[in-house]
Each structure stands twice: as structure tokens, then as C-alpha cells.
């Protein structure tokens, strides 16, 4: 069974960085697409980047500019680097990826605190 392992939550003062990590468990299986969402309280789901196989990446308004998205394929890993970060930002982030049968899967999330 596929799993993806988040990494690099954690707690952080308004400014600082932060840089998540999703991998995946079975270095055979590569998905055309993975991105981040993030949850927090009383809120819903959101998306917060995404990246596809070939590079192109999108980002939700709220964190243009401050995050990057990214993969490593030969790793099969994705990346989130977060800059700036703003108490706002504070939520359950999760990775998501589809694989090529366009089954979803999901990690089991990392928080990431911003204070201020």
C-alpha cells in the first residue's frame, strides 16, 4: 500500500520559515500530480500549491510569493518551502498526490504553528 509521509511541521514566530517534506513509500509508484492543502480550525480544506510531473506548479492567492512548491522525481518527493509565514498560516497541512489510474491519496498531515 502507497503512503505518503509528511515531515518539517513545527512551530515558528511570524517571519520565519518552514520547510515540509511529503515522500512517498514506494519509490516504483510516480504520480503526475501532488500538491499541498492545508486545514484550519472550523475551516475547510484548502489548496495551497500543486505541482505536476512536468513542472508546472499553481498557487492559492494567499501564498504567492511566500511559498514554492517542488518535487524531486528521482526522490519521489514534493516539497513545500515556506517563507515569511504569518500566524494565518497556521493549520494542518497535508499532501496530496493522483496517480496515473487517477486514484487520490493523502498523508496523514503535519501542523505547522506560526506565533505572533
Known amino acids: 500500500q502507497v503512503q505518503l509521509v509528511e515531515s518539517g511541521g513545527g512551530l515558528v514566530q511570524a517571519g520565519g520559515s518552514l520547510r515540509l517534506s511529503c515522500a512517498v513509500s514506494r519509490s516504483t509508484v510516480r504520480f503526475n500530480y501532488m500538491s499541498w492543502y492545508r486545514q484550519a480550525p472550523g475551516k475547510q480544506r484548502e489548496l495551497v500549491a500543486a505541482?505536476?510531473?512536468?513542472?508546472?506548479?499553481n498557487y492559492a492567492d494567499s501564498v504567492k510569493g511566500r511559498f514554492t512548491i517542488s518535487r524531486d522525481n528521482a526522490q519521489n518527493t514534493a516539497y513545500l518551502q515556506m517563507n515569511s509565514l504569518k500566524p494565518e498560516d497556521t493549520a494542518v497541512y497535508y499532501c496530496?498526490?493522483?496517480?496515473?489510474?487517477?486514484?487520490?491519496?493523502w498523508g496523514q498531515g503535519t501542523q505547522v504553528t506560526v506565533s505572533s
Open positions: 505541482i505536476t510531473s512536468g513542472g508546472p506548479t
Open positions: 496530496h498526490a493522483i496517480d496515473p489510474r487517477a486514484f487520490h491519496y
